[in-house]
């Protein structure tokens, strides 16, 4: 791949980036949450098309316009959340849209044969006549391995193969990755687990902001140097001060020995009047699930939440509005909005008891005063309180959002990447409004991917990797290496 | 607001001013039968059943659900309380309440079972509601024997069928008229309406503000089963018995139909009873026309699925219009 660049709406995501792979090779490709790495990789499979560059195979340049074409010219990726048929077994799936046939039915017999011999080939066995939905996630992913091989991928793509697997699952893996090489196969891996690359990686390249930093022998670089490459950029100072916490200040929030499988394992912490506390880890760690456990969207296996000091008991949302919680989901229009009520109806759903008078029915015309006054309080950009949440830009329909919870003056805000897919303006909206609920003695929990806004935005971070507090940093002390490498695993 | 209300009372102009022209247009093919004060007046009948059916399958279908039960429901909720009237020694105005009472109770506790499964299981409307249409027939049949239970009493002989002021205001009319006003309010005016838009707008954002999904969509169900119960107790009255064979065709279909030609989405989050009402009235035109201007009843069906049909493509362009415009 030579020269890529890829352009979203308003974001740069490949800037020139030049990536090449040898046969019987593992590339390793890291890089921070939003490098580059899935979009650049996304474009090998035919999933998505580059603004400029070109690719070439076996030295020929190749046009890749579907999945498809990339199919036929040997390119298989297997992706974190695989695309298996659940209710179809391995040798289904494995050939699935390439069936074999005798005329007009299922050759059952070569189907199965064809699946049999791939694995022979892996050298593992599993059950291949069970629904793939009822196997664990590493037989899964076996399955997935066996069916990119079976279409004869010579260059094969693992994103994050690990994440999901236990450390006897991983060494499997890393034998039937070992195969692969052996056979002449190509692979590049995807991983945050960069204490695995010396076991696994012939080369590494590390992507940051849509571009390659460096490439180097696994040997000759060290987890600190591979760090410092994903990091790199000076913070940016567009935070606003945040209030001092007194350390005697009292404790808003104090959680302990939360448990939920899968995701969160035993987390401990507190938080306290005034106080930010940054939730930093990569994809997958556990952030958002222990959030959702604190605010009744899951429920908890195990442990205690005390709200102001009280103990209290959460088994569903209604129960942690209740307790004074205002959970911001990470996905506005999946979980925090509902897209075709406008935007008043948005704004006084979760607190309508408000709104209702004696005679319980909704009285609109103080729906409508109280959203005029959030939506020029926010500076929300809608034509009226009717306008459909759905016609909004997303900074507004965050702000939306946002109006919702205030309107029930929670003590404890609960953010789950509260500026993802935002403008920078709409951005410092929101770190101010953050500074001003500290300032009025709200806790906050915010859950952020974007290293400066933890480092910037909160007072302590923790840092999240699976399902565990692994570190804690108070904010002078945490440097975007020292947090990457807690995150990462690659130093204690 | 300014907006909203524009485009609401332009609907809801358009679609008057669409059936007052379609009435104009029937009266002169059929020769001013159709709008002589007899035919009006038979034809609103006609629709109340339909109608109220259609008010508990809009607050079900707004929902995101369905509930295909409605018009077992209806032969079973009248067989009940054909029953109930005959065993119990009351007269009169206490036996008339009574027993919609028992008819309302037997069909909100069948919603209550229809819902159970959904709100716990999270199993599909389509599948409770369709075994529910079967046991609820079963039932009627099993009470009943087989044959219609007549009533023994005739204080109901204008609770379904009457007439007010000298036989101007049909007595069904009133009981229509009565739903309309109380589903409305309930439905646009209280926050329970308002939770019924948000789960079938987004169910998930709906529980994260809080909201009992659980609760509300096992209320949607049981009201759909007390607006079966009550059309139960009107034919009842209007036949003077209860038959496990008053509604086996294709009442619940139309009710469906009544609901989404006024424009409540199957895919859930918008809808409205006053909708639901001008759906049950066109279709209720249609039937009375196609009678008055003797057409064959089987081509009646194939108008009657032609105009469902159009009516959902047309509300979907316009809504692509307006997406574009």
């Known amino acids: ?492 | 607001m300014k907006a909203e209300a524009r485009t609401y009372w332009l609907r809801a102009g358009g679609a008057v001013a669409f059936l007052v022209v379609l009435a104009l247009v029937i009266n002169f093919a059929s020769h001013g039968t159709f709008l002589q004060p007899g035919n009006v007046v038979r034809v609103l009948r006609q629709i109340t059943y339909n109608f109220i059916m259609g008010v508990g399958e809009t607050f079900v279908i707004i929902t995101a659900g369905i509930d295909l039960s409605i018009g077992s429901l209806i032969s079973l909720t009248g067989v009940v309380m054909a029953l109930f009237a005959n065993a119990t020694g009351l007269h009169g105005f206490a036996l008339i309440a009574a027993t919609l009472v028992v008819g309302l109770a037997v069909g909100g506790a069948a919603g209550f079972v229809n819902a159970v499964p959904v709100v716990k299981l999270n199993l599909p409307p389509f599948i409770t509601t369709l075994a529910m249409m079967q046991i609820a027939l079963g039932l009627s049949y099993i009470l009943s024997g087989g044959q219609p239970v007549p009533l023994q009493s005739s204080d109901f002989r204008n609770t379904g069928y009457g007439s007010f002021l000298h036989t101007i205001v049909p007595i069904p009319v009133i009981w229509m008229i009565v739903v309309l006003i109380v589903s409305s309010v309930l439905l646009m005016r209280t926050r329970f309406g308002r939770y019924v838009f948000a789960i079938g707008g987004n169910e998930e954002a709906a529980r994260l503000a809080g909201i009992s999904v659980g609760r509300v969509k096992t209320a949607v169900y049981v009201i759909s089963g007390m607006c079966a119960g009550m059309v139960g107790f009107l034919y009842m009255s209007l036949f003077s018995s209860g038959s496990p064979q008053t509604a086996t065709g294709n009442e619940m279909l139309n009710a469906i139909a009544a609901v989404v030609v006024g424009g409540t989405s199957l895919m859930g989050g918008r809808g409205a009873i006053v909708g639901t009402f001008f759906g049950a009235l066109l279709i209720g035109f249609l039937d009375n026309a196609m009678n008055l201007l003797q057409i064959n009843s089987y081509l009646q069906w194939v108008v009657l699925g032609g105009v469902i049909l159009l009516a959902v493509v047309l509300d979907e362009l316009r809504k692509r219009y307006l997406k574009r415009a």
Do not use: C
């Open chain 1, 1 to 492: 791949m030579r020269g890529i660049g890829k352009t979203f709406p308003g974001v740069r995501a490949l800037d020139d980036v030049s990536l090449d792979l040898q046969a019987g090779e593992v590339h390793a490709l890291v890089g921070e949450n939003g490098a580059g790495k899935s979009t650049l990789m996304k474009i090998l499979a035919g999933a998505l098309a580059a603004d400029t560059g070109e690719i070439a195979i076996d030295g020929k340049t190749v046009t890749i316009g579907s999945p498809r074409a990339a199919e036929n010219l040997g390119v298989g990726m297997i992706y974190q959340e695989f695309n298996l048929v659940p209710a179809l077994n391995a040798v289904d799936n494995i050939v699935l849209g390439n069936e074999p046939a005798k005329g007009l039915l299922l050759d059952e017999r070569a189907a199965r044969e064809r699946a049999e011999a791939v694995f022979a080939e892996l050298g593992i066995t599993l059950p291949l006549t069970v629904d793939t939905s009822s196997l664990r996630v590493a037989q899964q992913q076996m399955i997935e391995i066996a069916k990119v091989l079976s279409r004869s991928a010579r260059i094969i793509v693992m994103d994050e193969p690990t994440a999901a697997l236990t450390d006897r699952e991983i060494t499997k893996l890393f034998e039937v990755i070992r195969t692969l090489k052996a056979r002449g196969a190509g692979i590049v891996y995807i991983s945050h687990r960069l204490e695995e690359l010396p076991d696994i990686a012939d080369r590494v390249t590390v992507l940051r902001d849509g571009r390659v930093i460096e490439t180097r022998a696994t040997k000759d670089f060290p987890p600190d140097d591979i760090i410092r490459a994903m990091v790199g950029r000076q913070l940016e100072s567009h935070f606003p001060d945040l209030p001092t916490v007194a350390p005697d200040a009292p404790v808003v929030l104090a959680v302990r020995d939360l448990t939920r499988a899968p995701g969160v394992n035993g987390v401990s912490f507190e938080v306290r009047r005034g106080e930010i506390v940054g939730l930093a880890g990569l994809v997958g760690a556990g952030r958002t699930e222990i959030v959702r456990a604190i605010a009744g969207a899951d429920i908890p296996q195990q442990g205690t939440i005390d709200v102001q000091g009280r103990a209290i008991r959460i088994r569903s949302p209604h129960d942690g509005i209740a307790a004074g919680f205002a959970f911001i989901t990470e996905d506005r229009k999946a979980q925090g909005l509902v897209l075709g009520m406008s935007v008043r109806e948005n704004v006084t759903l979760a607190h309508l008891e408000q709104f209702v008078e004696r005679d319980r029915l909704i009285d609109r015309r103080k729906e409508q005063a109280t959203t005029q006054e959030y939506i020029e309080r926010l500076d929300i950009r809608t034509p009226s309180t009717e306008q459909l949440a759905r016609n909004l830009s997303g900074g507004n329909q965050q702000k939306v959002v946002l109006a919702k919870w205030l309107l029930g003056n929670a003590g404890v805000f609960l953010f789950d990447e509260p500026t993802r897919g935002i403008d920078v303006g709409a951005k410092a909206e929101i770190y101010n409004l953050m500074v001003k609920l500290a300032n009025g003695g709200a806790g906050i929990v915010m859950v952020s991917s974007e290293l400066p806004e933890v480092l910037g935005m909160a007072h302590r971070i923790l840092v999240i990797r699976g399902g565990r507090i692994v570190r804690e940093f108070a904010r002078g002390d945490a440097t975007p290496d020292a947090v990457i490498a807690a995150a990462t695993g690659a130093a204690a």
